[in-house]
């Protein structure tokens, strides 16, 4: 069972408000992973970290979505100005390694934007 | 369009009975992983099945890859209640990332 946690659960913002979710990776696990999963279960790939450090990340990402995985505090993804496009369940998962190895998620954070 | 797709968007069986959900993808992978995902939750995975490997097994769930035809299937066998979820196969293609496909639908009915 994972034991990645992700706050809040549920996150309702206006458009053009920011939205700023968190994750806990499981102990010991240097990767973490974002991906966005829409209503029509399709998932994106957002950004992912190793230790504090960005490994990979989407062009979207690169314009209003930033993220960072600070030693020793909880892993951050924040939209800087919330569009009704980004309703979605943001999952955060977290590996031992980046490399053909198991993926722990978490429970995701839903975000409406209204 | 998508790099990983199962090839049934529902499917539904009776508890006791057993069921095979289909993928395919489209290049070349380096593993690819069955995920299930239940309701209020986030995927967790089933099976991995590297590139050099035909078949994984895991309890009741049997994975199996063709490198040749690009697809995987997972066999449930003995489906409980339980096993209702949504069922994702993920390619592993650059090592950074999984391409998951869109989910097929499984309903167990008592």
């Known amino acids: 069972n994972s034991k990645v946690i992700q706050t809040p659960r549920y996150l309702v913002k206006g458009q053009g408000q920011k939205a700023k979710m968190r994750c806990i990776p499981e102990?010991?696990?240097?990767?973490v992973f974002w991906y966005q999963q829409n209503k029509n279960n399709e998932f994106k790939f957002l950004i992912n970290f190793q230790n504090q450090e960005v490994l990979q990340q989407i062009d979207m990402t690169e314009k209003r979505f930033s993220a960072e995985c600070p030693s020793n505090s909880p892993c951050s993804l924040e939209i800087q100005s919330s569009e009704a496009g980004d309703s979605a369940l943001y999952l955060c998962a977290s590996s031992l390694s980046r490399v053909q190895d198991t993926q722990y998620f978490g429970p995701g954070t839903r975000l409406l934007v209204l | 369009s998508q790099l990983a797709e199962e090839n049934s968007w529902a499917l539904s069986v009776h508890e006791g009975e057993s069921v095979t959900v289909n993928c395919s993808y489209k290049t070349s992978i380096t593993a690819l992983q069955w995920y299930r995902q239940k309701s209020g939750k986030g995927p967790a995975q089933l099976i991995l099945i590297r590139s050099n490997e035909r078949e994984k097994r895991n309890g009741r769930l049997r994975a199996t890859l063709d490198t040749s035809s690009q697809s995987s299937s997972l066999s449930i066998t003995a489906t409980r209640c339980e096993d209702t979820a949504v069922y994702f196969c993920a390619t592993d293609i650059l090592g950074y990332k999984l391409t998951f496909g869109t989910g097929t639908s499984l309903l167990v009915d008592p």
């Open positions: 102990k010991g696990h240097p990767v």
